[in-house]
Nanobody, 116 residues
Framework: QVQLVQSGGGLVQPGGSLRLSCAASGFTLDRYDIGWFRQPPGKEREGVSCTSHSDSTTTYANSVKGRFTISRDNAKNTVYLQMNNLKPEDTAVYYC?????????WGKGTLVTVSS
């Protein structure tokens, strides 16, 4: 079955860290551009970070720059989002996305709650 399986969300205190994982099943990630998105409560989905498969270029939203790191492990067919120094405004459902010019896949989302 072709899918992206997400894990790693949960409740964390402000200043804490979490690592989100997104594992591909039924296809290999090494030829896909990868993105992480999030949807805060009551708000629209927004881009968080992305990485290109061709030159490993990475980009980050200004709100997470310096705190979040996107990475991929092609051997494990998995991408990650390391989130440090989390803030209450980072609370959201986080989604991973894998796409080429002709195909795209979405994970089902994982909830991250930052609260004391």
């Amino acid at each position: 079955q072709v899918q992206l399986v997400q894990s790693g969300g949960g409740l964390v205190q402000p200043g804490g860290s979490l690592r989100l994982s997104c594992a591909a099943s039924g296809f290999t990630l090494d030829r896909y551009d990868i993105g992480w998105f999030r949807q805060p409560p009551g708000k629209e989905r927004e881009g968080v970070s992305c990485t290109s498969h061709s030159d490993s270029t990475t980009t980050y939203a200004n709100s997470v720059k310096g705190r979040f790191t996107i990475s991929r492990d092609n051997a494990k067919n998995t991408v990650y989002l390391q989130m440090n120094n989390l803030k209450p405004e980072d609370t959201a459902v986080y989604y991973c996305n894998a796409e080429t010019s002709t195909k795209y896949y979405w994970g089902k989302g994982t909830l991250v709650t930052v609260s004391s």
